[in-house]
Every structure is written in C-alpha cells, then in structure tokens.
C-alpha cells in the first residue's frame, strides 16, 4: 500500500564503477521525480517524468547521469564511471500529476545513500 | 535561476512557537511547499500555499505573501518529536529546495 519504495537503501562502490537506482513510485502517480541530497544541503532536482511526455533532463550534472522509466512506472537512475563527489542519498518522488500549478503534494522514497570509495 | 533562503538552524523548548522564514527569488512561481525531513528520512509533506495568507493545520500554520516573496511555517505547541529540519520547496512543476532549517525542540 505503500509509498514510494527505492531500493538499495545503501550503495558502496569503488570509484569508476557503474551503479543504478531502483525507483518504485506509488500505484497511479504519473509524475515521477528524482533529487539528490549531499551532506548538509538541500535536495538538488535531478530529473523529472511526467506520463509519457519526454522527460526534463535539465537537473542532470553530466553526461555520466541519465534514467529512465519503463511503462509509465519503475524509474532506474543510472551512474556511469562514479566519481566521488557522487556520494549522497538519491531520493525518488511521485504525484498524482505534475503539471505547473499543481497541488499535488510529491511524496518522497526514503532514498538510496551512495558512497564512493 | 532560483535563489531560495532559510535560516541554518534554530532551537526551541518543549510547548513554545517556532516560526520559520523562507524567502524565494524564482524564474516561476505556482506554489509553496513545506516539508519536515528527520535525520535519514524521507521528506514529508506538511503544507502547500499558493494564494497569499496563512494556512492552518492543527499546530503547524504556513503563510505566503507573494508580492514580497516570502512564507514561513509556523510551528506551535513544540514537541521533542518536532526535532527535524524544515524545507521550503518552490513549485515551478519541478520542486526548487532551500537548504533547510534544522529545528532542535529543547526540554
């Protein structure tokens, strides 16, 4: 019945491997966020899917990031060739909808914590 | 680009009022969120104001005055489990984030 469920909960890996995100939003959200949180700071958007409409890739820092959304549900982020500034907890949101000016509260996962070595 | 402020931390005690500011420069604007994030939790939705004025739900209020940009939470009634940090998150369909205020509620 659940919320957002992601999954590792926590991830260690040497630097320069590749790692990947598992996201499982709530049954009939159709837009589906990711975030990453560092020590410290706020949640910083990373990419955003909303239906089948292509995705909002603006928050992604590199090249090396990228996701995707299999059949309107699962989202996977993957991280290729981690570096160490990469280490955060990764966070997943869902809403009903997410069109500007929606007040569609996102409702969060409890995150991945990435550490790179 | 967003520019979004609130304080670092602030303490309390047990039974008084906490309020919390945030103030926003954003590109758009349709909605303030706040949300409370235990230390290793998940956000969890607390309040969202689009219109100017104060929005109340049991011990936590949340105003928003558009024109000067500006919203705090209101937090009354302090609990030790009101212990968290507080994000101020700006809908503009994606959420832009402060970086949250930590709130210690004291004995």
């Known amino acids: 019945g659940a919320g957002v469920s992601q999954s590792p909960s926590n991830k260690v890996t040497e630097k320069g491997k590749d790692v990947e995100l598992r996201c499982d939003p709530i049954?009939?959200?159709?837009?589906l966020y990711w975030y990453r949180q560092s020590l410290g700071q706020g949640l910083e958007f990373l990419i955003y899917f909303q239906g089948n409409s292509a995705p909002d890739k603006s928050g992604l820092p590199s090249d090396r990031f990228s996701a995707e959304r299999t059949g309107g549900s699962v989202s996977t982020l993957t991280i290729q060739r981690t570096q160490q500034e990469d280490s955060a907890v990764y966070l997943c949101?869902?809403?009903?909808?997410?069109?500007?000016?929606?007040?569609?509260?996102?409702?969060f996962g409890d995150g991945t914590r990435l550490s790179i070595l | 680009g967003q520019n979004i402020d609130q304080p670092t931390e602030m303490t309390a005690t047990e039974g008084a009022i906490v309020q919390i500011n945030c103030t926003y420069q954003?590109?758009?604007?349709?909605?303030l969120f706040w949300y409370q994030q235990h230390a290793g939790e998940a956000p969890t939705f607390l309040s969202y104001?689009?219109?100017?004025g104060l929005e109340e739900k049991g011990r936590f209020s949340s105003f928003l005055s558009r024109s000067k940009g500006y919203s705090y939470l209101l937090l009354k009634e302090l609990q030790m489990k009101d212990s968290a940090s507080y994000l101020c998150?700006?809908?503009?369909?994606?959420?832009?984030f402060g970086a949250g205020t930590t709130v210690t509620v004291r004995a």
């Open positions: 949101a869902s809403s009903l909808e997410g069109a500007a000016g929606s007040n569609q509260p996102q409702h």
């Open positions: 998150a700006v809908n503009d369909y994606k959420l832009s």
């Open positions: 104001n689009v219109l100017d």
């Open positions: 049954s009939g959200h159709t837009a």
């Open positions: 954003t590109s758009g604007f349709n909605g």
